[in-house]
Structure formats: structure tokens, C-alpha cells
């Protein structure tokens, strides 16, 4: 059992530290960098990317783009230096004749302007030999495809397959069953800021300024890629205008800027992706593909539960992610069986993407309970009610702390269910049929291994460090709250130093991990300090930490949980689907910082909103390329969308995650929201959507 902290700065509303810069537009972002003292003008990149899905390059002309006035360079896998590894193909920039997919880097300009750069790449000619394109997921019956393979990797090391009693013999002797599949589209992260490097190669030493969740990681994949040693390498990033997990790995931008620069050693290459290009080459969530299989008695209680999930990964490199792994631990039933296939595609490397796994691999689960609470006519919340499990119901082992059921009754109650009609499609209000639906929402509590802190005291002051990343979360104002409380000293006399590999190593900020994880990695280097130097440091006195592994991890299961209640209008003539109330409860142990933690939820959930609603990477087969490639017609939620949109949370006490008692908030939000959507459609309307969004062609 861990200590828990004495909370005094945690819980408070601070406001972010950061704040006042990022809305001045002074905080500085990678692509802004300035140029460092003694290097010479900055140099800017710009690529050519692959115009075909699948093939070779057969003739690439750079002459015209060469002859321009202020071109540097142009590199292309003739002239590309050659990488030390290139094992892991989506980063082998440069470095073949092959293309694996639309929108690939094929060749770098670098000129003395962006304005001259853009120009020169357009004047690079390149002729494919192209071949066929298999770029769709299409089958749902695993019988059909051939292609499909186990994959080699699900993501945190989940098992692929699992199978717990007799999943048949469930469906076969149930009174009640349900078979249905769903589907859940191709997305992409849209952060604000795009993907952008700035690079600096001086003698033997580089210098990288990215937008990026993790410095290290970037630094540790460079080190790799290029062959050098870390100390060679230095990476720095102070803010970033968002990731969602697309900056979580380093993607083909990161490898293009250290080639440009070493290309021209002395100078700042700048680079960044255009919107257009993030579609190819910042990972996408991958199109998931869910065979629902449910078998209850009348009274509700399942007897089995079955997912099995079809999702793609591209032919460059495998990725793959745990979908089925929520329908393990959600509900209590004695036959299970979860399995996970992959088809590899001429597409990009799918990546991260907000709660890659959980989110997409809710949608199908908590539908069908919603089909399944319709077909025996008992009410959805009661039905989850109902298969509550008392432990968890994949390892046997007691959850930390699980308040789902608390969840359930506290949002029905603040979202007014008790009176919901549950006949669909009998409310209809000024035009609109209005309906209400309700979903679960869960997420694990993750705390990753590696991840050291120091702790300083610097004048008046005391300076935590460590090299994680404050997103746009909040980590640079939760962390020195935890900080005070770990020494028990007044937070605004706290400080912590994140985003450079030149601080002590961090964990990636993914996962919802980060505060679980750097949290304790400063705790226990608070106590570390506290023990050599007493309650009366001097100046410089420093100590330092790694995480702490968690004993309790071996005997409970820790997950945040959570319900979203929706209520839904369609336009009766047009079919318009609007979300006029969102309301989520969620128990995430205790809430570090409410501001922050708010802020995440409600982001999260309103990413769920456009999950629902809006958001699909069209891709069309024949080409392999994404056609609705940028904000225009790939829409996210804007203010228009977003009405009464609320997020709660339970004063939850769990004294076994971590010191603080905090749960990760940062994915669960967008956990369960487009099932709740997709619920209450179906409650306005009466039509089952099934495939994800829920535009206006399927409600009509
Ligand atoms: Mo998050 S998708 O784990 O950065």
C-alpha cells in the first residue's frame, strides 16, 4: 500500500502556469525557435510526398528545383545520407526507391526561405512505376479474407486473444442473444500545432527542437536511426499545441529534419507539416471492424460476451491496438472471448490516436448493451447495474477502486433519466425527435517504468526536474503541486523544469500516464530530500529518484471509470443531428488539480462528440490517399457543435494507484461518448447506427 499525500496544493483550482504565455502568443513552439546564438541564417524544409500508393520511384528530376535561387539542397534516396538503421521502415526516410504509401516523403528541399522551398519541391519531378493498391478494409467475416494475420504487437502488451469458459455453448443454451457488428472509421489527430522540428547540427552534436509528447523517446529513436551516441544528442520542447498521441512516437518529420540538418551543418532547419501532409504522415487511428456477440438470461444477466475486432495496420510497419481489451474487464459473465486480426494495407502507419484501444473498442460493446437492454425491455442503466462485476472478471483480482454503478446513479440523476419514455422516437419537439441514451466509460490507471527526478533547492526555492511534457494537460501546474505537498512546503514556492533531454529522464506523456508517473518519481524524490536535509535545506542541497515500482499493481486491477448521458435531436426533415446535452460523471480518484482535470474531460468528451458526429479520413481505394485532408472537410467539433456539455466527478478514495490517489484524466472523456450519441439517436429516431459517424444519411 502506498502512503497517500497529505493534499494541501493538490485539489486546488490553480490556474495554469502556463496560461498567461500560450494566450499572449508568447510561449514558444518548435517551429518558432530562435535561431541560437553563433549558427548561421535558418535554412526550411520542404517535402515532396508519393503520389501513388504502392510502387517504385523509376526517375526523380531535381534539376529545375536545384537551379532555383536559394536552394540549398534537395535530397532524395540518391543523394540522402544513409541511415545506420533502417529497421523500422516508417522512419527510414530517404532512404529507397520503394513507396509503401500515399503521401510518403520521396524527396527534402532545402532552401534560405519556406517561400523558395515550396516552390523548388514543386519543381521536383518524379515518375512511380506503380503497382495495384489494397487499401481498404472491407470484410467483416474473417472467413473471406485471407490477409488477415494475428498481430505480433498489441498495444501495452495485452494479449491478442483471450477466452474464459465457453463462449458458444453461452450462445447456444442462452435465452436471450445478440450478434451484430460495428464499425468504428479511419480518424486523425488534428492538434493545432502541426508536427515541426527544428534542427541544429554543430561539430558532432544535434540539436532538435520538436513538438513532441516524449524528448527522450525522440532522442533514444535519432540515437538509433542516425547511429550515435545520446550524449550527441539533445532535444528540447518546452510547449506543445497539442498531440493526442500522434507526438507521442517520433514519426518520418523528425528522422527529414535531422537528415536536413546535417545536410547543412551550422544552420536551423526548420520543418514543419503542412495540414495536408499530418494526414500521411502523423499516424491515424486506425477503421476497427467489431463482431459483437451477447448472451443473457431475461432478468439481464449476461451469461457471455464476445468482441472480435478486424483492424487494419499499413505494409510499412505493423501497429496495432487493443480494442477488444475493455470488453475483458467491463462486465461480469462467465463466457468470454475477445480477439484481435490485422489486414496490412497501402496505407500509412496507423498510431496513437486518444485512447487508442479503449475508445474505438467501447463503441461496439456499449451499443449492443443498449440493443440487448432494448430486446428485453429493461432500462440500459439498470442492465449495466445488473453485471457489475466484484472483481475483475478477466484476472479474478478486486479492482483498486471501481465506482461505475456510483457513476451511473449520480449522472441519471443529474441528467434527469428517471423520467425517460424508453420507446424510441416518440418525443419530437419543434421539428426535431428528440432521445436520450447513456454509455460507460473506462480507463486503465497506467504508471510507466522509467522515469527519474531531482529535486533542488535554488535560492527561496525549490526546483523539481524532470524531462516529461506538458502537453496542453496541465503537467506544469498539477507537478508542483504535488511537489509542495511531497515536501510539504507552499506551492508557489515550487517549481518543476519539463521538455528537455538535458533534464533527468521521462516517461512519454500517453497513456494518461504522466501524472501517475512523474508525480511519484517527484515524490519520491521529495522524500529522498527530506530524509538527507531535513526540514532546513541550503542552497544547492539536491536529491533525486526514480519511480518507484507499485507492490499493489500485483494485487489489484486500477481503472478510472465513468458514464456520459447524451440527449440527441434530429432534424425530422433533414435529418441534422445535434448534441444539446453531454453530461459525464467520472471517478478518477482524487482530482489533482479540478481546473486541468475539467478541461481534460471536457476535451475528451468533446472529442467523443466528434467522434460521433463528424469525424472520418475518407480514403479512397483506388489512390490509397485521404481526401477530405484537412480542417475544411475533415471537421472537428467547433463552438457551433458543443452546447450544455458537463463534466463531474466523485470524490473517489483509492489509496493504492499512487501518493497522490489521482487517476489518469486525460483519455477516459472520449471513452463511451459516441456510444452514449449513438444511443440516444437511436431513442430519438428509432434507427440503430452502427457504423461510426452518425450523419445525417443514416438517421434519415
Ligand atoms: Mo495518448 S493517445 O496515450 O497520447
Known sequence: MTDVLEPRAIGRDLLRRDGGLKVRGTAVYADETPVPEGAGPPAYCRVVTSTVARGRIVDLDTTAAEALDGVQ??????????????????????????????????????????EIAREAAGLVEVRYAAEATNAEL??????????LYTPEKVNAGHETDTATGNMDDALALAPVTLERTYR????????????????LWTGTHLTLWDST???????????????????????????????????????????????????????????????????????????????????????????GIAIDVVEQTSKVKEFAEQTGVPTRTMYAAPNRRTTHRLAALDVPVPSWMRAPG????????????????????????????????????????????????ACLRAGAERFGWADRDPEPGTRRVDGWWVGTGVAASVYPTIRMTKSTATVRREGDRYVGRIGAADLGTGAYTVLPQILADALGVDEARVDVLLGDTDLPEASVAGGSSGTTTWGSALVEAAREFRDEFGDDPREGDEAAADVPPNPAEQEYVMSAFG????????????????????????????????????????????????????????????????VNHDLAEYHVPANADVADLQAHWL???DPYVNPMGSKGVGEIGIVGTAAAVANAAWHATGVRVRDLPITLDKVL
Open 358 to 405: 479503449e475508445c474505438p473498442g467501447m463503441f461496439g460493446p456499449e451499443v449492443a448493451l443498449d440493443e440487448l437492454a432494448v430486446e428485453l425491455g429493461i432500462d440500459p442503466v439498470e442492465l449495466r447495474i445488473r453485471n457489475e462485476p466484484e472483481v475483475d472478471p478477466e484476472t479474478g483480482r478486486p479492482f483498486s477502486s471501481r465506482n461505475l454503478v
Open 213 to 303: 509528447q516524449s524528448v527522450h523517446r525522440v532522442r533514444d529513436t535519432v540515437v538509433q536511426v542516425f547511429g550515435l551516441a545520446p550524449e550527441q544528442v539533445r532535444v528540447v520542447c518546452p510547449y506543445v499545441g497539442g498531440g493526442f498521441g500522434s507526438k507521442g512516437t517520433p514519426h518520418a518529420n523528425v528522422v527529414t529534419a535531422a537528415l536536413a540538418a546535417r545536410a547543412l551543418p551550422g544552420r536551423l532547419v526548420r520543418f514543419a507539416l503542412t495540414r495536408q501532409e499530418m494526414f500521411a504522415l502523423a499516424g491515424h487511428r486506425t477503421p476497427t471492424i467489431q463482431r459483437l456477440q451477447l448472451a443473457a438470461e431475461r432478468d439481464g444477466t449476461l451469461r
Open 138 to 147: 472491407r470484410a467483416e467475416l474473417r472467413a473471406d479474407r485471407t490477409d
Open 651 to 653: 470524490d473517489e478514495d
Open 184 to 199: 468504428t472509421p479511419m480518424q486523425h489527430n488534428n492538434p493545432m500545432e502541426p508536427h515541426a522540428t527544428s534542427a
Open 73 to 114: 539542397r534537395v535530397l532524395t534516396h540518391a543523394t540522402a545520407e544513409h541511415l545506420a538503421s533502417t529497421e523500422d521502415r516508417e522512419l527510414a526516410v530517404l532512404q529507397d526507391a520503394e513507396v509503401g504509401f500515399r503521401g510518403q516523403i520521396v524527396a527534402a528541399v532545402l532552401a534560405d526561405s519556406d
Open 563 to 626: 458514464a456520459q448521458f447524451a440527449e440527441v435531436r434530429v432534424h425530422a426533415d433533414t435529418g441534422e443531428v445535434r448534441v444539446p446535452r453531454l453530461y459525464g460523471v467520472f471517478a478518477c480518484g482524487r482530482i489533482v488539480n479540478p481546473r486541468t482535470a475539467r478541461s481534460q474531460l471536457l476535451g475528451g468528451m468533446t472529442m467523443g462528440l466528434g467522434m460521433a458526429l463528424h469525424e472520418q479520413s475518407l480514403l479512397d481505394p483506388r489512390t490509397g490517399a485521404v
